[in-house]
Structure formats: structure tokens, C-alpha cells
Nanobody
């Protein structure tokens, strides 16, 4: 089982930016497409962004296109989510996960980490 470690969350004002990081100590992420997900209180977890094994292809939910950028550094075994222009309705716990082979479907498989909390408030 992969144990993901997400970090980089925090409090940011509307319109602000954050960079989230996803690692998995002892597990090579570059064999997998990776997705970022988020879950707001009272809502289902939703897929936000995904990246192929090599990092050459990416996908985004319509709600974050043009504002979020996913990237990966396979040397550092880390996947990032750069979030710009954050909106007041986007506070959530953000998680990363491995994806099924049809990774553009945003279907996760495997275990979840603890996530990292993102709060957007003035």
C-alpha cells in the first residue's frame, strides 16, 4: 500500500496562490499516473487534476482550468499542484492518489493519505 504525504496547504486570501506537494516515501511514483483530488465539508471527493507517468500529459477539471497547474519531478519523486486565483468556494482537504490506467477518467485506486487543508478566506 502506498502511503501518500501531502503538504503545502494553508490559509490564503481569495485570489492568492499555493503550491501543494505529494510524495510517497519508499514508493516510486513514476510508475503511475497521479491525480489530485479535493473534498470540501459535506461534499464528495472530486478529481481536480491528473498527470501521466512521464509528466508529458495532463488533465484538469473544468472548474480549475487556466488556474491550476499539475507537474511532477520524478527525480524528487514528487507531484505538485500549483494553484492560482483561489476562490472562496475552494476550501477543502486536497489529496493525491494513483490513478487507474485510464487516468484521464480521474478514477483513483489504492489508499489515501491524510491530505492537506486549503483555506481561502479574507
Amino acid at each position: 500500500q502506498v502511503e501518500f504525504v501531502e503538504s503545502g496547504g494553508g490559509l490564503v486570501q481569495p485570489g492568492g496562490s499555493l503550491r501543494l506537494s505529494c510524495g510517497a516515501p519508499g514508493f516510486r511514483l513514476d510508475d503511475y499516473a497521479i491525480g489530485w483530488f479535493r473534498q470540501a465539508p459535506g461534499k464528495e471527493r472530486e478529481g481536480v487534476s491528473a498527470i501521466s507517468e512521464s509528466g508529458g500529459s495532463t488533465a484538469y477539471a473544468d472548474s480549475v482550468k487556466g488556474r491550476f497547474t499539475i507537474s511532477r519531478d520524478n527525480v524528487k519523486n514528487t507531484v505538485y499542484l500549483h494553484m492560482n486565483s483561489l476562490k472562496p468556494e475552494e476550501p477543502a482537504v486536497y489529496y493525491c492518489a494513483t490513478l487507474v490506467p485510464e487516468w484521464r477518467s480521474f478514477i483513483p485506486h489504492g489508499s489515501w493519505g491524510q491530505g492537506t487543508q486549503v483555506t481561502v478566506s479574507s
